[in-house]
C-alpha cells in the first residue's frame, strides 16, 4: 500500500531523514519509533504530499506522491502532531467542511460526518467552537477529519500525545479497530503503546532506519538470555546454593532482600532453554514459601534504547 | 469549482466569526461617513454663500456636484480602503501558517490555486459588502442634489478594481511571512508605495517618469473611474496587477512547500 524507495530530505545542510526504505502492506499498522528530531515527521510530511523529498521515490496505493499528488491526498487521512485546526469554526461545520474538500459526497456528508462524530465520541461537543474544546477533544476532533473521508491510509503524528488515561485507551481501541480495513503509520514515542497498537515496527534514529520488525520479533533477537524474578521465603544461603544446582540456571543473586527472610531473587537461565519449569519443584522439596514468579521480557524501552544507542557508537 | 467554493465560504464564515469583520466595516463607515459629511457640508456652505453673494459666486466659477462631492467621496474612500485591507488580508496566509493549519490544507486534495483564489474571493466578498455599505451617502446626495448617476457607477467600478489590487497584493504579503503584523505592514507599505509612485515622476526624466505614473494607482483612479471614464486602460492595469499578484501567490505556495 505505501513503498518509500531510498528517501532522502535535506533541509539546507541539515539533514531530515537520509535513505529511508519501508513498506506497507494493505490493512497494516506500522508503528514509527524514534527520539525527537529523529525524522518521523519528516517522512510523514513526504507521504502525505505537504512536501517533496530532496531524492527518493514514495507511493501510497501505487501512485506517486509528487507526480500524481492529488490521488495520494485524496487516499490519505492525515492528523499532523500539533493537531491544527480553525478554531473560529464549530465542530460539525469544520467536519462538512474538510469532508467537502477531501470529495465526500454533498447528500452524504450531513451523514458522514454524524458517523464520524460517533466514532470519535464528539457528540457531546456538537455546538461547541474548537477553539473552546479541550486537548483531549481536539484530538479527537483532528482524527475525525482525517477519518472523514474513510480514507484507506491513515498518517497519524503522535495521536495520543496530551490524553488523559481513559481517552488513551479509547482512542488507542480506536485505531486497533481501524487496522485490517485501513491502512496505518502511527508515530509515537510512547513505546508500549507500539506494543499494544503495532503489528510492525520501524526504529528510526537521526534519519536512518534502525530496525524494522514485529515488535516480538525485535525482542526475541536482542535477548540474551531468559530471566527470572523469584520470591522465596526461606534460608538465602541454602536458596542460592540449591538453585544455583540447577542444571539449566546460569546465574542466581538476591535482588531484594525482605523482612522474614522473604527475598526477591535474580534468576538468568542459559539461552534456549525453558528453565522456569525446574525451579517450582526444588521450592516444594525443600518445604520453602514461593511467594512470586515472573520473567522479565525485554521491554521495547530496552530496545530502543539499545537499538539507537549502538547507533551512535558506529 | 466545488474546492473554490467551499473555500470562498469558509473565509466568509471566519471573518465573521471573528470580530473583524464587524470591526473593520465599522471603522471604515465610520470615517468615510465623517470625511463625507464635511465634503458634504462645505460644498452645501459653498453654495449657499454663491447663492447670496454673485462677486463670490463668480470666484468660485461653475459649482457642480459630481466634481465636488462625488469625485472627492471616491478619492477618499480609496485612500481608507489603503488603510483598511492589508487589516482584511493579513491574517489571510499568516494565520493558517503560524497555526500549521496550512498543513492540513495543503495535504487535502485541493490545489493551490483553489486555495488561493478562494481566500480572495472571500476576501472580496467581505471588501464588496464594505463598499456598498457607502451607498447611503450617495442616496443622501441624490435626495439634495443630482449627481450624475454613470460617474457613481464607474467610481464603483473603479473602487472594486482597486480593491482586488490591493486584496491581491495583501494575501500575497500575508503568503511570505507567519507574522501577521509583518504581513500587514509590507503590504501597507507597498500599497502606499505603488499609490505614491506618480509623485516623483516629475523629477525623473521623461520616459521613467510616465513608466511610474503610469505604475502608480492614482491616476489609475483619479483621473478615471472618478470622473466617469470607463477605459479599458484603467481596468486592465488593475487586472493585471491582480493576477500577477496572485502568480506571485502561487509561487510563494510552491516554495513554502520545497522549504518545508
Known amino acids: ?314 | 469549482m466545488k474546492n473554490f467554493f467551499l473555500i470562498f465560504q469558509k473565509e466568509l464564515r471566519s471573518y465573521f466569526n471573528s470580530p473583524i469583520a464587524f470591526v473593520v466595516i465599522t471603522i471604515f463607515l465610520i470615517i468615510s461617513g465623517y470625511f463625507f459629511y464635511n465634503i458634504f457640508a462645505t460644498f452645501s456652505t459653498i453654495s449657499f454663500q454663491a447663492m447670496t453673494n454673485a462677486i463670490l459666486a463668480r470666484q468660485y466659477g461653475q459649482l457642480n456636484i459630481t466634481e465636488m462631492v462625488v469625485r472627492p467621496f471616491f478619492a477618499n474612500i480609496s485612500l481608507f480602503m489603503l488603510i483598511m485591507l492589508p487589516m482584511l488580508t493579513m491574517r489571510i496566509f499568516s494565520e493558517e501558517k503560524k497555526s500549521g493549519t496550512i498543513e492540513l490544507l495543503l495535504t487535502y486534495p485541493v490545489k493551490d490555486s483553489e486555495v488561493i483564489l478562494g481566500k480572495f474571493a472571500g476576501c472580496m466578498g467581505i471588501f464588496t459588502i464594505m463598499i456598498l455599505l457607502t451607498l447611503p451617502c450617495i442616496f443622501l446626495i441624490e435626495l439634495f442634489g443630482e449627481p450624475e448617476l454613470g460617474v457613481v457607477v464607474s467610481g464603483y467600478v473603479g473602487l472594486f478594481c482597486m480593491g482586488a489590487a490591493f486584496i491581491s497584493l495583501g494575501i500575497f504579503a500575508s503568503s511570505v511571512t507567519e507574522n501577521q503584523i509583518v504581513a500587514a505592514v509590507v503590504s501597507f507599505g507597498f500599497l502606499l508605495i505603488f499609490f505614491m509612485m506618480g509623485y516623483s515622476a516629475g523629477f525623473a526624466s521623461e520616459s521613467i517618469g510616465d513608466v511610474l505614473k503610469y505604475l502608480s494607482f492614482m491616476p489609475h483612479m483619479y483621473n478615471s473611474f472618478a470622473k466617469g471614464v470607463l477605459d479599458t486602460e484603467d481596468i486592465m492595469y488593475y487586472m493585471l496587477f491582480t493576477l500577477f499578484c496572485i502568480f506571485l501567490n502561487m509561487r510563494s505556495l510552491e516554495s513554502k512547500r520545497w522549504r518545508g
Open chain 1, 1 to 314: 500500500m505505501i513503498e518509500v524507495e531510498n528517501l532522502t530530505k535535506k533541509y539546507g545542510n541539515a539533514r531530515g531523514i537520509n535513505d529511508v526504505t519501508f513498506t506497507v502492506e494493505k490493512g497494516e499498522i506500522l508503528g514509527f519509533l524514534g527520539p525527537n528530531g529523529a525524522g518521523k515527521t519528516t517522512t510523514m510530511r513526504i507521504i502525505t504530499c505537504f512536501m517533496p523529498a530532496t531524492s527518493g521515490k514514495a507511493r501510497v496505493a501505487g501512485f506517486d506522491v509528487f507526480e500524481d499528488s492529488l490521488e495520494v491526498r485524496k487516499r490519505i487521512g492525515y492528523l499532523p502532531e500539533s493537531v491544527p485546526l480553525y478554531t473560529d469554526m464549530q465542530v460539525p461545520v469544520y467536519l462538512e467542511f474538510v469532508g467537502g474538500l477531501k470529495g465526500v459526497d454533498r447528500r452524504e456528508i450531513k451523514s458522514r460526518v454524524g458517523q464520524v462524530m460517533d466514532d470519535c465520541g464528539l457528540n457531546g461537543v456538537a455546538k461547541k467552537f474548537i477553539g473552546e474544546l479541550s486537548k483531549g477533544y481536539r484530538q479527537r476532533v483532528g482524527l475525525a477529519q482525517a477519518l472523514i473521508n474513510d480514507p484507506e491510509v491513515l498518517i497519524l503524528d503522535e495521536p495520543t500525545i496530551g490524553l488523559d488515561p481513559k481517552q488513551i485507551i479509547e482512542i488507542r481501541s480506536l485505531i486497533k479497530g481501524l487496522g485490517g480495513r485501513r491502512t496505518v503509520i502511527l508515530s509515537t514515542h510512547i513505546l508500549p503503546e507500539v506494543s499494544m497498537t503495532c503489528q510492525r515496527v520501524i526504529i528510526i534514529n537521526e534519519g536512518r532506519l534502525v530496525a524494522v520488525d514485529t515488535p516480538q520479533n525485535l525482542t526475541a533477537q536482542l535477548q540474551r538470555s531468559q530471566q527470572f524474578i523469584v520470591r522465596i521465603g526461606g534460608p538465602e544461603k541454602e536458596v542460592l546454593s540449591e538453585v544455583g544446582k540447577i542444571n539449566t540456571v546460569s546465574k542466581v543473586a538476591v535482588k531484594e532482600s525482605g523482612a522474614d527472610g522473604i527475598n526477591s531473587y535474580m534468576v538468568e537461565f542459559k539461552k534456549d532453554s525453558d528453565g522456569g519449569k525446574d525451579i517450582p519443584p526444588v521450592i516444594v522439596r525443600k518445604n520453602w514459601a514461593l511467594y512470586e514468579m515472573r520473567p522479565i521480557g525485554m521491554s521495547l524501552e530496552d530496545i530502543f534504547i539499545k537499538l539507537v544507542t549502538e547507533e551512535k557508537i558506529h
